[in-house]
């Protein structure tokens, strides 16, 4: 068998993949990352790098907090990958703002500011004036904004080239352009995974491979391989299904030395995002089209005009890039994190959809300690793969399963 050895094998070489990898990796674990294409060349690469719980949340609930949570670590999380491989990831903390164009936005700001304020969290309430002495080009209709200091962002891209070379670094075996195919079980517990390169055994997996994870099938010695979607294996009813949500964006280059705005702008139906290095990110789509990753006419012509909503003068910047990722959505709209109910040995990190930049951090250290330890970190137990059996067993009897969606796209 190629590869045995390994103490864990994490398929998956995007950001929540690469966390996992590394902090595995620092702990003394003998990893090997197994990736289809190239390292963060995905949803990772195509990201806009927001850090932002705060600005659509409607509720504290466990997701709430645990994004928070992976925020808060990213000052030291930065630091310690620059102290790691000499990559600044360009954590920027100027701060986020949701704008108000309506009455019923300013409604709504104003419940958001109640709230917030009265669980402790850091949020300003600004009036128009107010609003556009922080960013002169914003829209005259601007009725007044949220401003939210801790809201931050990243250069998602260069996170990804910093979690790659912090794992090479710390030890990790990483393959690249090397395809998962299935995960072979014995007696209920996972041992190796096949590839195209062959076979992988391990004494763990973690299955991290983004809008990909239900493509992977797996080989039991009690049936016949099936898709792990709609069901991983006919003995395991908990499995998650993941699916694959594109999202388009538009990259201006803004005058040199004159940005157009300086903090993460939140409104119109969409964002913008100010670049250390120049450009300026406007986003996004919300599509169910499989695994297509096209810039549509469409999506250009809708991201133009949320970004003229919010700052009109980007009509006069040049379009420099466009670009289209798939985010790995499962069917609550939660991350999918901890271990199978069903194989022992199998672990899940994936079903991030829009946040797997924020949840980064998090993700890593948890994930790697409980794959370490055997034991559910109380941060992780919502998001465990168990959740989902009520949902199997309301399918197999005949009943519908609507899933809630804890959050907006904003």
Same mark, same amino acid.
């Given at each position: 068998?190629?590869?045995?050895?390994?103490?864990v094998?994490?398929?998956?070489?995007?950001?929540?993949?690469?966390?996992?990898?590394r902090?595995?990796?620092?702990?003394?674990?003998?990893?090997?990352?197994v990736?289809?294409?190239?390292l963060?060349?995905?949803?990772?690469?195509?990201?806009?790098?927001?850090?932002? #719980?705060?600005?659509?949340?409607?509720?504290?609930?466990?997701?709430? !907090?645990?994004?928070?949570?992976?925020?808060?670590?990213?000052?030291?999380?930065?630091?310690?990958?620059?102290?790691?491989?000499?990559?600044?990831?360009?954590l920027?903390?100027?701060g986020?703002?949701?704008?108000a164009?309506?009455e019923?936005?300013?409604?709504?700001?104003?419940?958001?500011?109640?709230?917030?304020r009265?669980?402790g969290?850091?949020?300003?309430?600004?009036?128009a004036?107010?609003?556009?002495?922080?960013e002169?080009?914003?829209?005259?209709r601007?009725r007044?904004?949220?401003?939210?200091?801790?809201?931050?962002?990243?250069? !998602?891209?260069?996170l990804?080239?910093?979690?790659?070379?912090a794992?090479?670094?710390?030890?990790v075996?990483?393959?690249?352009?090397?395809?998962?195919?299935?995960?072979?079980?014995?007696?209920?517990?996972f041992?190796?995974?096949?590839?195209?390169?062959?076979?992988?055994?391990?004494?763990?997996v973690?299955?991290?491979?983004?809008?990909w994870s239900?493509?992977?099938?797996?080989?039991?010695?009690?049936?016949?391989?099936?898709?792990?979607?709609?069901?991983?294996?006919a003995?395991v009813?908990?499995?998650?299904?993941?699916?694959?949500?594109?999202?388009?964006?538009?990259?201006?280059?803004?005058?040199?030395?004159? #940005?157009?705005v300086?903090?993460?702008?939140?409104?119109?139906?969409?964002?913008?995002v100010?670049?250390?290095?120049?450009?300026?990110?406007?986003g996004?789509?919300?599509?169910?089209?499989?695994?297509d990753?096209?810039?549509?006419?469409?999506?250009?012509?809708?991201?133009?005009?949320?970004?003229?909503?919010?700052?009109?003068?980007?009509?006069?910047?040049?379009?420099?890039?466009?670009?289209?990722?798939?985010?790995?959505?499962a069917?609550?709209?939660?991350?999918?994190?901890?271990?199978?109910?069903?194989?022992?040995?199998?672990?899940?990190?994936?079903?991030?959809y829009?946040?797997?930049?924020?949840?980064? #951090?998090?993700?890593?250290a948890?994930?790697?300690?409980?794959?370490?330890?055997g034991?559910? #970190?109380?941060?992780?137990?919502?998001?465990?793969?168990?959740?989902?059996?009520?949902?199997?067993?309301?399918?197999?009897?005949?009943?519908?399963?609507?899933?809630?969606?804890?959050?907006? !796209?904003?």
């Amino acid at each position: 068998m190629e590869g045995s050895g390994a103490d864990v094998v994490v398929v998956g070489g995007g950001v929540a993949g690469l966390s996992v990898a590394r902090e595995l990796a620092r702990r003394g674990t003998r990893t090997t990352l197994v990736e289809r294409a190239r390292l963060g060349a995905e949803a990772s690469w195509a990201a806009a790098g927001m850090l932002a #719980p705060q600005v659509e949340a409607d509720a504290r609930d466990d997701f709430f !907090n645990f994004a928070c949570s992976s925020r808060d670590a990213y000052p030291a999380f930065a630091d310690a990958l620059r102290e790691e491989t000499g990559v600044d990831i360009e954590l920027d903390c100027t701060g986020t703002l949701r704008l108000a164009f309506t009455e019923d936005d300013e409604r709504e700001h104003a419940r958001r500011f109640e709230w917030q304020r009265g669980a402790g969290l850091l949020v300003e309430q600004l009036d128009a004036a107010e609003t556009r002495a922080l960013e002169p080009a914003l829209s005259a209709r601007v009725r007044g904004a949220l401003r939210f200091p801790r809201e931050w962002q990243v250069e !998602n891209r260069r996170l990804c080239d910093a979690l790659a070379r912090a794992c090479r670094l710390a030890g990790v075996r990483v393959l690249e352009e090397t395809e998962a195919r299935s995960l072979n079980v014995r007696g209920g517990r996972f041992v190796s995974v096949e590839t195209s390169r062959g076979t992988f055994g391990a004494g763990a997996v973690v299955v991290a491979c983004g809008a990909w994870s239900s493509l992977l099938t797996i080989e039991t010695d009690a049936a016949p391989p099936s898709p792990l979607a709609p069901v991983l294996d006919a003995n395991v009813e908990h499995s998650p299904r993941i699916e694959p949500v594109r999202g388009q964006i538009l990259c201006y280059a803004m005058r040199e030395n004159e #940005p157009l705005v300086r903090h993460v702008v939140y409104g119109a139906g969409g964002y913008v995002v100010p670049r250390r290095d120049g450009r300026l990110l406007a986003g996004t789509t919300t599509e169910r089209a499989g695994f297509d990753k096209s810039v549509t006419e469409e999506g250009r012509r809708a991201i133009r005009l949320c970004a003229e909503g919010i700052a009109p003068a980007s009509a006069d910047l040049k379009i420099t890039g466009e670009w289209a990722g798939l985010r790995p959505r499962a069917e609550d709209d939660l991350p999918v994190l901890g271990a199978s109910a069903g194989i022992e040995n199998l672990f899940y990190a994936t079903g991030h959809y829009r946040n797997g930049i924020l949840l980064a #951090p998090l993700t890593g250290a948890l994930v790697a300690e409980m794959v370490m330890s055997g034991a559910t #970190p109380a941060p992780l137990a919502p998001f465990s793969p168990a959740r989902f059996i009520a949902a199997r067993r309301a399918e197999s009897e005949g009943s519908c399963f609507t899933p809630k969606l804890h959050r907006k !796209n904003f």
